[in-house]
């Protein structure tokens, strides 16, 4: 459900998307699920140098690339998900989250996702219709 188009590859960054599917199990309990995906440049899909073409190989030459030591910008980019499930119907607050995870995460930040994580759970919840 986190990519409800298929998976795939893009040839440019696409900007994050973010929705709720909810799900019931057995119980007949329903649990949100708020997904953001987002899409990050993937580096080495084939291995350097040579490339698969039906059953033979060609070696290809990059002298530019090597050479250079310059890094070549991606050339696709990959979705990945980040997912939040709960009991709780809360979606602009877990957007928030995410966005928050997201934002750590793809700027490199000096704080452990970890811990970012264990923080967002200790967060107490106000009970409905109380302060914020």
Not at 75 to 88: D, H, T
Not at 104 to 122: G, Q
């Amino acid at each position: 459900f986190c990519q409800p188009g298929g998976w795939q590859l893009s040839k440019e960054r696409k900007q994050p998307t973010f929705f709720v599917v909810v799900l019931t199990d057995i119980d007949s309990e329903r649990h949100y699920c708020s997904c953001l995906t987002f899409y990050e440049a993937e580096i080495n899909l084939q291995p350097q140098g040579e490339v698969q073409v039906g059953n033979q190989e060609e070696f290809l030459h990059r002298k530019g690339e090597e050479e250079s030591g310059l890094i070549q910008p991606a050339e696709v980019f990959a979705p990945k998900s980040l997912v939040l499930v709960s009991r709780l119907d809360y979606p602009e607050i877990f957007r928030a989250c995410l966005g928050l995870i997201y934002t750590v995460y793809v700027d490199s930040l000096n704080v452990s996702l970890e811990t970012l994580i264990a923080n967002l759970c200790s967060c107490l919840v106000p009970a409905s219709g109380g302060s914020q």
